[in-house]
C-alpha cells in the first residue's frame, strides 16, 4: 500500500474513504466530457468511424468506465491497466488496431500529447492529430492541432 510505503498507518476506514473519493473523482471526470465532444463522436460513428479508446488510466477510471456518459460511444477500449501496456508502447495501439479491424494506416489517432502518444501513434503510421480541449500536453508537435473534439468531424470526414 502507498500509505505504508510512505510511513502512513491508515485505518481500514482511512483506506474506504480514499478508495470512495478516488472512485468519486474518476466518475467525476469521466462525466464532465463536454457536450460537444459527446456530439462530435455521435457524428463520427454515424459517418461510418469505429472508435477506440487508447488509455493510460488508473484501474479506479478503468472500473468507472462502463457508466460513462462516453462508453457507448467507443467500439473498443484498450486500457493500459488492461492490456499490460501502456502509451508509447506500440503495443497497446496495435491491440487497439486489432480490435478495430484496421490497420494504423487506416486510423486517425487524437490525442493531447502526453506521454509521447502522438510520435508514437504517427511511427505506427497512425494519421496524429493534437487537441487542446482537455490540456496542451505537446505545444512544439508539428502536426496538425484541433482545439475540440467539434472540429473533427469536418476535419476527417468519413473513413476511406
Not at 454515424?46 to 460511444?73: D, F, K
Request: charged share 15%.
Amino acid at each position: 500500500m502507498i500509505a505504508e510505503r510512505v510511513g502512513g498507518d491508515p485505518s481500514d476506514e482511512q483506506v474506504l474513504e480514499a478508495t470512495n473519493l478516488r472512485r468519486g473523482l474518476a466518475r467525476q471526470l469521466l462525466n464532465a466530457a463536454p457536450a460537444t465532444t459527446i456530439g462530435a463522436l455521435a457524428r463520427l460513428r454515424a459517418s461510418g468511424w469505429r472508435i477506440g479508446l487508447v488509455s493510460n488510466v488508473t484501474a479506479e477510471t478503468q472500473v468507472q468506465w462502463a457508466e460513462s456518459s462516453l462508453a457507448p460511444h467507443f467500439d473498443f477500449t484498450a486500457f493500459s491497466a488492461e492490456i499490460g501496456s501502456a502509451k508509447p508502447e506500440p503495443a497497446i495501439y496495435l491491440t487497439a488496431c486489432t480490435a478495430l479491424g484496421v490497420s494504423p494506416a487506416e486510423c486517425v489517432y487524437i490525442g493531447d500529447g502526453r506521454d509521447n502518444e502522438l510520435a508514437a501513434a504517427a511511427s505506427l503510421g497512425m494519421h496524429a492529430i493534437r487537441t487542446l480541449e482537455h490540456a496542451n500536453s505537446h505545444p512544439a508537435w508539428p502536426g496538425p492541432t484541433v482545439r475540440t473534439f467539434a472540429e473533427l468531424p469536418s476535419l476527417i470526414g468519413t473513413p476511406a
